[in-house]
Every structure is written in structure tokens, then in C-alpha cells.
């Protein structure tokens, strides 16, 4: 029996977040992954016990050691790579660990909460004297005891019984009542518990799982199978980037794969971007897999989602398919982590742990030995540049499945569109080949990246677009004040009246909405079916499949999106895709603009000929000479790696350098900006000690965020970027130290993240 026990503290307080050390009473049997009550400072709090121990670290005195109060499970709760992983998960992302231990582990989520419960009857002597004695509590103790459970919470028992502090402290003095902790759980709860206590279930050697395959793959798509499956067989960590182009059947490579690896007794996870798209990919592996295959994401309720992981520990289900958040199932036998469309921002999570998924997997595989599988037709220049330098497998498929290819590209200058009258937001040439579509039955999608936040000035006669002369980021323009702001290094100009560039007067404030295009091209083709594609369209669960049946269906000629229509979307009846104007997502005020462009191009393109007949893609744009734009156009990602990759080389942008952000909130302006300063000065004092001063670290900003007011809040950011991660988070925790002991701190909200994917 162990004597000490090494206690994480589940409290959101950043001074108390750190593991601390408890001796053991010897009526407690504990196990490492038990969530125990503790003392901490005045209070009792829950903890998770990470470690066990007969002798204590150097420096710790076990005289004044409090002890574990209570057990709140008999049976040891979180596997212990989990509780490692949430460790990582609190450090690498610069959060609170009991934030990290909520995200790995939902069955943490139970709270502590103080009882009364009475020690006497109502027929005690004693108590039926108290009728005449005390009334007010007299009138306690009866409703006290007759409480159904004979017991009420502290707050409740305050409230029903109208008595005071003072009177409860003097029941409790004169033992008639007594407090107790207890640890509230629901009965999800309970039955994933009692699936931890039995263990999985599923053997582990020669499973037969896949049902009867009725499809052949081919010599490409076999290529990949055996390529990953060599990794799998090494039996050690490893990451695959299957670098495929857009039908090239990337989807059913993952479909192999985890067939094989359930054969060989194994566990699988499979993450898609968005949340919309977990049912129709899950449709399709049920086909195959049947009940074995379970969605998880945080858009399901709490009740079914305990219920789900009940049946993941229990081995009842053993291929998850999810977003990201899925990352995280307690598969028993994991072996496989596959990331589709891994280059999409949505694996990032906004909220604290600011995780990404393909890092929390590429963790995961390092814990269990397993492979990452990264696919996409457009990775991540992360994940390019990785494959390039030999730090992660690469496999490329190169040709569409079938008799379908690549669709022809066209690119149209709305400067001369412009110049020829059409003031139109559809250039002539997609109008003629929507046109087209229309006459021969068949179906056409047209994109608008909709930021509308992001407006940016540009010139319609000649493309330019005004840019920071520091950063090389587009401007963007706020209404309030009347000027465009960089995000990054806040450099600020007004507006200009004509064009710097080449002085016209049509130089205007660029931002368009999917509705107006929508409403656009009903007045264009009054008698045409129209559906539309987006946030405000999609808000109830079943509104995105629901829209895309009708389109599958053929209700619709033309479907009118955002980026959701670049996901994972397949219409054998579309042979026309329309960019409506690149430039949205071109001049975004962040340094992956041009790598969002060409990704996004290239997504949307891939909708268009994905089956025998052939396909075009039309995209309207400004800047037609921009390499992003032509490297799209000619399906050319190497091209557009090497070339971008020497601009964040030059910038000193991630891949070569590590980014931490700090966004600051609070009510009022003035004190969003008197506390950005303040921690801006406050890093700056960081910069002239000599650990930080003769390093790569550089200081960007304080400056405005993108969105500068968000629900009542002002927000302001600071960014700071190096070489080394560990160095530059040491270098942020010494500013905020520094920043937290002035009274500029005072009220100021700080979020704080690791490489984020947006401005």
C-alpha cells in the first residue's frame, strides 16, 4: 500500500494549477486515475490522482502533509496515457490543466457539492422539545427529515428551510446535523463507470469484422493501403501524409485500412473538418462496418455522448468517426488516427485547450505506438514541409478513380468586366456557362468565401489591393475611426480616394454575402431552382443534409455556398463550379491567405466532373495574375509549395518559427488598450534580460484584433514569434507575471494561443 499520493487539483484558478502531494489514510485504498476529494487552502475540492508514491520528492515534508479525504470511485477512472496526455495537452496549449483534464476525460465534469444530513429523528424527545424551545429550528430539522433522500444540498436545505448561517452552524454545534461532501454524477455517469470497471470486452486476435466487400481498389489506391500498412506493421509511432488529388478515392483507402487494422484486433479513429459532415461519412462506413462504427462530437448531448463512450471503453464500438473533439475517444486498442482534409482550419479549436487535432493524434500514436494518417489533396505546408525534410511518410495518388479528370479552369478579370460595362457580381463568361448547365440538364455550385468582418480596399481597375508595408497583409478597413488597421504590427493609413497604384477613382470597400448572390442570380434566372449554402442556412441539425438531398436529388439546378461545399461533397450531375470572387480570402489580413486561396480553389474545383462527364470551374477575380491563383487554376501544389515556402521563410513565418498569441478583453476600449500596452511594455522589459535579448524572439504589436468588439467585449492582441516553443512560452508566462502585478491588469481577460491558424 502506498503511503503518499500525487493529487491534480480540478480547480480553474491559474495560481492553484499544479499537482500537489497528500498522504494517504490507511482506510483508503487508492489507485492511480481515482478522482478523490481533497483540502486545498479553505476548501474541498476534487482532485485526480496521477501518481502514487512511498516516498516523497525532495523537499517535501510529510508532517505538513493534509491527507486524501474521501474516494469519489472504487474503480481507477482515467488510463493513465490520458491523464499523461491531458499533462501534455495543459502545457503545450498554455492552459489550466483541470481545462485539459475536462476535454481528455467528460466524466470529470461531475461537481462536489455540501449536504446536510440529520443525525436525529422527529421522534426524539430531544427534538419534539425544540417545538417550544426553538421554533426556527425546530422548523429546520423537520424539513430536514423529510427530505426523500434524508438529506439536502447546503444551498437548497438554506433556501427551503428560511433559517440562516448562524443557525445552521448552531445545529451543526449542538449535533443535530452534519455536513457531508458529496460527489454528484447522473446516471450516464454510472454507466460509464461500470463499463471502466469491466474492461472491453472484444477479443483482440483475428477478429472478423468487415462485411463482404463489393468494390475493388485501384492500383494507386493499393499502392497506399500497403504503404500505411508497412508503418502500421513497424510498430512504432509513425505520421503518413497521403497527399491525393480531389476524387482520387482517398476515402476509401481509409475504408482498407480499417478494415485491416479491426482484423488485426485494433481500434480506429477517423476525424473529418466539420461537424455537418460525420453522418454521410459515417453512412458510408456502416455500410461495411456496421454497428461497430459510433459519431461522437460536441454537438451531441451529454446523455448520449456518456452513453457512447460507455459503448468505446466497453468494446462495443470500435471505429469513431468524428470531429475533432473525437481525437480524444478511449478506444482500448487504438491504432490508427486518419485526419481527412487534414489541412482544414476547423481541427484547430477555438476554445480553451486550443488544441489541434493532429497534434493531439500525432501524441496519442506516440503513447500507443501507433500511425497518423494525414489525407488531403491540399496539405498543410506543416505537413508538406514535414514530408520534404524526411520527418513524416508521404504517398501520393495522383489520378482520379474512374473515367473522370480533373476539371478545366478558367479565370476570369473582373477589371475587364468592369471595363466592358458589366457591373455585374457574374462575369459574362459564367453567366453563358450557367447558361449552358441549364440547357443540358445538369448542375452547377457557386462559392463565396463570406467573411464579412474582413473588408479590405481594392481597385477595380487595375487589382491592387492596399497592404501593410511592414507585413505584406492586407489592410482592413474599420468603420469606426475611418481607417484601415493592420492586424499584426497595427501600422494604420486612411483610406485612399483613388488608387495608389494607378489612380483610378473605382477603388471601393470589398466584402460580399452568399445571400446577395443569391438574390442576384434569382433575378438573373427568375424560373431557376436555387439553394443556398451556408452558416444561416445550416443552423438547425438536420439543415445541411437536408439541403444537400435536395441538390442530390436535382430539386436545385444551382447551389449558392460557402467553404462548406468544399468539403467532402460528391454530385455526379455538377459539371460547373463558379469562384465568385477569390480575392475574399486572398486579401484576408493573415499570413495564410494565399495558402487558404489556393486550398480553397482547389477543394471547390474538385466538386466539378467527379464523375463521366467532364468538368469546368470559373474563377472570378481581381488579381488574375496572383500565383495562388494561377498555381489553382493549373492544379499545381508543388509549384505553390516551394514558391510560399520561401515567403514564410523570408517573413519568418511558421513552418520556420512558432507563434503565441495573447488576446486581451475587457468591457471597456480605453482599458483594453491601456492593458495591451502595459503587456506589450511589460515583454519588451523581457526582451533586455540576457536569456531573451540575443535571441530570434520578435514582439508584434499591440494591436487591434480582427473582430475588435465581440459580445460586449473589446479585444486587443499581442503576438510573439521564435524559433524554439519552449523558450517562447517561457518568455509569455514571465510577461504576464510581470503584466498581472500592475493595476493595468486589473479586469483584463487574457486568452492565450499556441499557433493559431487565423489573424
Given at each position: 500500500?502506498?503511503?503518499?499520493?500525487?493529487?491534480l487539483?480540478?480547480?480553474?484558478?491559474?495560481?492553484?494549477?499544479?499537482?500537489?502531494?497528500?498522504?494517504?489514510?490507511?482506510?483508503?485504498?487508492?489507485?492511480?486515475?481515482?478522482?478523490?476529494?481533497i483540502?486545498l487552502?479553505?476548501?474541498?475540492?476534487?482532485?485526480?490522482v496521477?501518481n502514487?508514491?512511498?516516498?516523497?520528492?525532495?523537499?517535501?515534508?510529510?508532517?505538513?502533509?493534509?491527507?486524501?479525504?474521501?474516494?469519489?470511485e472504487?474503480?481507477?477512472?482515467?488510463?493513465?496515457?490520458?491523464?499523461?496526455l491531458?499533462?501534455?495537452?495543459?502545457q503545450?496549449?498554455?492552459?489550466?490543466?483541470?481545462?485539459?483534464?475536462?476535454?481528455?476525460?467528460?466524466?470529470?465534469?461531475?461537481?462536489?457539492?455540501?449536504?446536510?444530513?440529520?443525525?436525529?429523528?422527529?421522534?426524539d424527545?430531544?427534538?419534539?422539545?425544540?417545538?417550544?424551545?426553538?421554533?426556527?429550528a425546530?422548523?429546520?430539522?423537520?424539513?430536514?427529515?423529510?427530505?426523500?433522500?434524508?438529506?439536502?444540498?447546503?444551498?437548497?436545505?438554506?433556501?427551503?428551510?428560511?433559517?440562516?448561517q448562524?443557525?445552521?452552524?448552531?445545529?451543526?454545534?449542538?449535533?443535530?446535523?452534519?455536513?457531508?461532501?458529496r460527489?454528484?454524477?447522473?446516471?450516464e455517469?454510472?454507466?460509464?463507470k461500470?463499463?471502466?470497471?469491466?474492461?472491453p470486452?472484444?477479443?483482440?486476435?483475428?477478429?472478423?469484422?468487415?462485411?463482404?466487400?463489393?468494390?475493388?481498389?485501384?492500383?494507386e489506391?493499393?499502392?497506399?493501403?500497403?504503404?500505411?500498412?508497412?508503418?502500421?506493421?513497424?510498430?512504432?509511432?509513425?505520421t503518413?501524409l497521403?497527399?491525393?488529388?480531389?476524387?482520387?478515392?482517398?476515402?476509401?483507402?481509409?475504408?482498407?485500412?480499417?478494415?485491416?487494422?479491426?482484423?488485426?484486433?485494433?481500434?480506429?479513429?477517423?476525424?473529418?473538418?466539420?461537424?455537418?459532415?460525420?453522418?454521410?461519412?459515417?453512412?458510408?462506413?456502416?455500410?461495411?462496418?456496421?454497428?461497430?462504427?459510433?459519431?461522437?462530437h460536441s454537438?451531441?448531448?451529454?446523455?448520449?455522448?456518456?452513453?457512447?463512450?460507455?459503448?468505446?471503453?466497453?468494446?462495443?464500438?470500435?471505429?469513431?468517426?468524428?470531429?475533432r473533439?473525437?481525437?480524444?475517444?478511449?478506444?482500448p486498442?487504438?491504432?490508427?488516427?486518419?485526419?481527412?482534409?487534414?489541412?482544414?482550419?476547423?481541427?484547430?479549436?477555438?476554445e480553451?485547450?486550443?488544441?489541434?487535432?493532429?497534434?493531439?493524434?500525432?501524441?496519442?500514436?506516440?503513447?500507443?505506438?501507433?500511425?497518423v494518417?494525414?489525407g488531403?489533396?491540399?496539405?498543410?505546408?506543416e505537413?508538406?514541409?514535414?514530408?520534404?525534410?524526411?520527418?513524416?511518410?508521404?504517398?501520393?495518388?495522383?489520378?482520379?478513380?474512374?473515367?473522370?479528370?480533373?476539371?478545366?479552369?478558367?479565370?476570369?478579370?473582373?477589371r475587364e468586366?468592369?471595363?466592358?460595362?458589366?457591373?455585374?457580381?457574374?462575369?459574362?463568361?459564367?453567366?453563358?456557362?450557367?447558361?449552358?448547365?441549364?440547357?443540358?440538364?445538369?448542375?452547377?455550385?457557386?462559392?463565396?468565401?463570406?467573411?464579412?468582418?474582413?473588408?479590405?480596399?481594392?481597385?477595380?481597375?487595375?487589382?491592387?489591393?492596399?497592404?501593410?508595408?511592414?507585413?505584406?497583409?492586407?489592410?482592413?478597413?474599420?468603420?469606426?475611426?475611418?481607417?484601415?488597421?493592420?492586424?499584426?504590427?497595427?501600422?494604420?493609413?486612411?483610406?485612399?480616394?483613388?488608387?495608389?497604384?494607378?489612380?483610378?477613382?473605382f477603388?471601393?470597400?470589398?466584402?460580399?454575402?452568399?445571400?446577395?448572390?443569391?438574390?442576384?442570380?434569382?433575378g438573373?434566372?427568375?424560373?431557376?431552382?436555387?439553394?443556398?449554402?451556408?452558416?444561416?442556412?445550416?443552423?438547425?441539425?438536420?439543415?445541411?443534409?437536408?439541403?444537400?438531398?435536395?441538390?442530390?436529388?436535382?430539386?436545385?439546378?444551382?447551389?449558392?455556398?460557402?467553404?462548406?461545399?468544399?468539403?467532402?461533397?460528391?454530385?455526379?450531375n455538377?459539371t460547373?463550379?463558379?469562384?465568385?470572387?477569390?480575392?475574399?480570402?486572398?486579401?484576408?489580413?493573415?499570413?495564410?491567405?494565399?495558402?487558404?486561396?489556393?486550398?480553397?480553389?482547389?477543394?471547390?474545383?474538385?466538386r466539378?466532373?467527379?464523375?463521366?462527364?467532364?468538368?469546368?470551374?470559373?474563377?472570378?477575380?481581381?488579381?488574375?495574375?496572383?500565383?495562388?491563383?494561377?498555381?489553382?487554376?493549373?492544379?499545381?501544389?508543388?509549384?505553390?509549395?516551394?514558391?510560399?515556402?520561401?515567403?514564410?521563410?523570408?517573413?519568418?513565418?511558421?513552418?520556420?518559427?512558432?507563434?503565441?498569441?495573447?488576446?486581451?478583453?475587457?468591457?471597456?476600449e480605453?482599458?483594453?488598450?491601456?492593458?495591451?500596452?502595459?503587456?506589450?511594455a511589460?515583454?519588451?522589459?523581457?526582451?533586455?534580460?540576457?536569456?531573451?535579448?540575443?535571441?530570434d524572439?520578435?514582439?508584434?504589436g499591440?494591436?487591434?484584433a480582427?473582430?475588435?468588439?465581440?459580445?460586449?467585449?473589446?479585444?486587443?492582441?499581442?503576438?510573439?514569434?521564435?524559433?524554439?516553443?519552449?523558450?517562447?512560452?517561457e518568455?509569455?508566462?514571465?510577461?504576464?507575471?510581470?503584466?498581472?502585478?500592475?493595476?493595468?491588469s486589473?479586469?483584463?481577460?487574457?486568452?492565450?494561443?499556441?499557433?493559431?491558424?487565423?489573424?
Open positions: 500500500m502506498f503511503r503518499y499520493a500525487e493529487v487539483v480540478d480547480v480553474a484558478n491559474r495560481r492553484l494549477d499544479q499537482s500537489y502531494h497528500y498522504s494517504i489514510p490507511e482506510h483508503l485504498s487508492i489507485k492511480s486515475g481515482m478522482r478523490v476529494l483540502p487552502q479553505n476548501r474541498k475540492v476534487q482532485g485526480l496521477v502514487l508514491m512511498n516516498h516523497l520528492p525532495e523537499g517535501l515534508d510529510s508532517i505538513n502533509l493534509k491527507p486524501v479525504l474521501e474516494i469519489a472504487r474503480d481507477s477512472l482515467v488510463p493513465e496515457d490520458l491523464i499523461e491531458a499533462q501534455w495537452l495543459a503545450t496549449t498554455v492552459c489550466s490543466v483541470a481545462q485539459s483534464l475536462h476535454t481528455v476525460w467528460p466524466l470529470l465534469k461531475g461537481k462536489v457539492e455540501e449536504w446536510i444530513v440529520p443525525l436525529a429523528t422527529m421522534e424527545t430531544d427534538i419534539q422539545a425544540l417545538q417550544w424551545l426553538d421554533s426556527e425546530f422548523r429546520a430539522l423537520t424539513v430536514l427529515n423529510r427530505a426523500r433522500k434524508k438529506a439536502i444540498p447546503l444551498k437548497t436545505f438554506l433556501k427551503r428551510a428560511d433559517v440562516t448562524g443557525m445552521l452552524e448552531k445545529l451543526l454545534k449542538q449535533g443535530w446535523v452534519k455536513k457531508e461532501v460527489f454528484l454524477t447522473t446516471r455517469d454510472s454507466s460509464l461500470q463499463s471502466i470497471a469491466e474492461g470486452k472484444h477479443e483482440t486476435k483475428n477478429v472478423e469484422t468487415s462485411r463482404d466487400r463489393t468494390y475493388e481498389l485501384t492500383r489506391q493499393s499502392s497506399a493501403v500497403q504503404g500505411v500498412l508497412s508503418s502500421l506493421e513497424e510498430g512504432a509511432s509513425q503518413v497521403l497527399h491525393g488529388v480531389t476524387g482520387s478515392g482517398k476515402t476509401a483507402v481509409y475504408r482498407e485500412l480499417i478494415a485491416q487494422v479491426l482484423a488485426q484486433g485494433g481500434d480506429a479513429i477517423l476525424l473529418v473538418p466539420e461537424i455537418s459532415l460525420t453522418s454521410q461519412v459515417a453512412r458510408y462506413f456502416e455500410s461495411q462496418f456496421g454497428e461497430q462504427v459510433i459519431i461522437l454537438g451531441i448531448r451529454q446523455r448520449d455522448k456518456m452513453k457512447a463512450w460507455a459503448d468505446i471503453v466497453s468494446g462495443n464500438k470500435r471505429i469513431v468517426i468524428g470531429a473533439s473525437a481525437v480524444f475517444a478511449p478506444l486498442n487504438l491504432r490508427l488516427i486518419i485526419l481527412d482534409e487534414e489541412h482544414d482550419g476547423a481541427y484547430k479549436q477555438d480553451n485547450p486550443k488544441y489541434h487535432a493532429r497534434d493531439v493524434a500525432r501524441k496519442r500514436m506516440d503513447q500507443l505506438k501507433g500511425v494518417l494525414l488531403s489533396a491540399t496539405p498543410s505546408l505537413a508538406y514541409a514535414a514530408a520534404q525534410s524526411g520527418k513524416i511518410r508521404m504517398i501520393t495518388m495522383t489520378s482520379r478513380i474512374g473515367k473522370s479528370v480533373l476539371p478545366t479552369v478558367e479565370i476570369v478579370d473582373m468586366e468592369l471595363r466592358q460595362g458589366n457591373r455585374s457580381i457574374f462575369s459574362l463568361t459564367l453567366q453563358q456557362k450557367l447558361q449552358e448547365r441549364l440547357v443540358r440538364g445538369e448542375q452547377a455550385m457557386l462559392f463565396l468565401n463570406r467573411r464579412g468582418y474582413s473588408t479590405f480596399v481594392i481597385c477595380r481597375d487595375c487589382g491592387y489591393v492596399v497592404s501593410c508595408s511592414n507585413c505584406e497583409i492586407a489592410l482592413t478597413y474599420h468603420t469606426q475611426g475611418q481607417a484601415m488597421r493592420c492586424h499584426y504590427c497595427d501600422h494604420q493609413e486612411l483610406p485612399p480616394h483613388t488608387c495608389p497604384n494607378c489612380k483610378s477613382r477603388i471601393r470597400f470589398f466584402g460580399q454575402g452568399t445571400q446577395r448572390v443569391e438574390e442576384e442570380l434569382q438573373l434566372l427568375p424560373e431557376v431552382p436555387i439553394l443556398r449554402l451556408d452558416f444561416d442556412t445550416t443552423r438547425s441539425a438536420e439543415g445541411h443534409n437536408i439541403i444537400l438531398n435536395k441538390f442530390r436529388r436535382q430539386e436545385a439546378s444551382i447551389l449558392v455556398g460557402t467553404q462548406m461545399m468544399a468539403k467532402g461533397l460528391d454530385f455526379p455538377v460547373l463550379v463558379g469562384v465568385i470572387a477569390a480575392d475574399q480570402t486572398l486579401n484576408m489580413p493573415d499570413f495564410r491567405a494565399r495558402e487558404r486561396t489556393f486550398q480553397l480553389l482547389t477543394q471547390v474545383a474538385g466539378a466532373g467527379r464523375s463521366t462527364k467532364p468538368g469546368e470551374v470559373v474563377i472570378q477575380t481581381y488579381s488574375p495574375h496572383d500565383s495562388a491563383i494561377l498555381r489553382a487554376s493549373h492544379h499545381d501544389f508543388e509549384g505553390f509549395f516551394w514558391e510560399e515556402i520561401r515567403y514564410r521563410k523570408e517573413r519568418k513565418y511558421p513552418p520556420y518559427t512558432h507563434i503565441l498569441r495573447v488576446l486581451l478583453l475587457h468591457e471597456k480605453d482599458r483594453v488598450i491601456k492593458g495591451a500596452n502595459e503587456l506589450g511589460c515583454l519588451q522589459q523581457g526582451m533586455r534580460e540576457p536569456k531573451f535579448g540575443n535571441t524572439l520578435d514582439i508584434l499591440p494591436a487591434p480582427v473582430l475588435v468588439r465581440l459580445r460586449n467585449q473589446w479585444r486587443w492582441q499581442i503576438s510573439v514569434k521564435g524559433k524554439r516553443q519552449d523558450l517562447l512560452r518568455f509569455l508566462h514571465q510577461g504576464v507575471q510581470r503584466f498581472f502585478r500592475s493595476s493595468a486589473n479586469g483584463i481577460i487574457l486568452n492565450i494561443e499556441v499557433d493559431p491558424l487565423s489573424s
